[in-house]
T-cell receptor, first 108, second 114 residues
Framework: RKEVEQDPGPFNVPEGATVAFNCTYSNSASQSFFWYRQDCRKEPKLLMSVYSSGNEDGRFTAQLNRASQYISLLIRDSKLSDSATYLC?????????FGTGTRLLVSP | EAEVAQSPRYKITEKSQAVAFWCDPISGHATLYWYRQILGQGPELLVQFQDESVVDDSQLPKDRFSAERLKGVDSTLKIQPAELGDSAMYLC????????????FGPGTRLTVT
């Protein structure tokens, strides 16, 4: 079983739609959680950290459920520029462990 | 804005040849990471340096891969001999000493082994 699991997608949504991605992790000792964004053939870039109380950054909302070992990312009012792969990242034994990513395609 | 530099950006090599990648982290960042990302997968850590010392190389295939950061600044990752399965994106990242989870990635080197 992979340490971080994500649905690879792709998720195809129209502009303006709301879309949610989920991620599960296996190491219950993981302490820190992140969402990274990766454009095609580019490097990953930190999108946002995920806090236990949930956090929001503009159109993006991240939530953490420690009991279920589950992380989510919600994108509201999708833009064409949101098309990318979203990587779920957790810390495990002081290292970052990346999921395989969920691909999002936003169409006009 | 400070960035992590990597070169070359693209490399095509034949199997059994040697290949080397270079990384220059953000100035002042003590920690440097090399990741490998195979198409369709997330990055996987190969080696982590704290200054010039290796902190973690548990996932580095040491029979063919080597990495060094002699002066605690820039770093080189070498593969010898390259195999077809080594085709991937090799990403370098760096982080400040007191914030190892705040990692900044370079543009990567895309390696194709033929």
């Amino acid at each position: 079983r992979k340490e971080v699991e994500q649905d690879p997608g792709p998720f195809n949504v129209p502009e303006g739609a709301t879309v949610a991605f989920n991620c599960t992790y296996s190491n219950s000792a993981s302490q820190s959680f992140f969402w990274y964004r990766q454009d095609c053939r580019k490097e990953p870039k930190l999108l946002m950290s995920v806090y236990s109380s949930g956090n929001e950054d503009g159109r993006f909302t991240a939530q953490l459920n420690r009991a279920s070992q589950y992380i989510s990312l919600l994108i509201r009012d999708s833009k064409l520029s949101d098309s990318a792969t979203y990587l779920c990242v957790v810390t495990s034994f002081q290292k970052l462990v990346f999921g395989t990513g969920t691909r999002l395609l936003v169409s006009p | 804005e400070a960035e992590v530099a990597q070169s070359p950006r693209y490399k095509i090599t034949e199997k059994s040849q040697a290949v080397a990648f270079w990384c220059d982290p953000i100035s002042g960042h003590a920690t440097l990471y090399w990741y490998r990302q195979i198409l369709g997968q997330g990055p996987e850590l190969l080696v982590q340096f704290q200054d010039e010392s290796v902190v973690d190389d548990s996932q580095l295939p040491k029979d063919r891969f080597s990495a060094e950061r002699l002066k605690g600044v820039d770093s080189t990752l070498k593969i010898q001999p390259a195999e077809l399965g080594d085709s991937a994106m090799y990403l370098c990242a760096s982080s400040p000493r007191d914030s190892s989870y705040e990692q900044y990635f370079g543009p990567g080197t895309r390696l194709t082994v033929t």
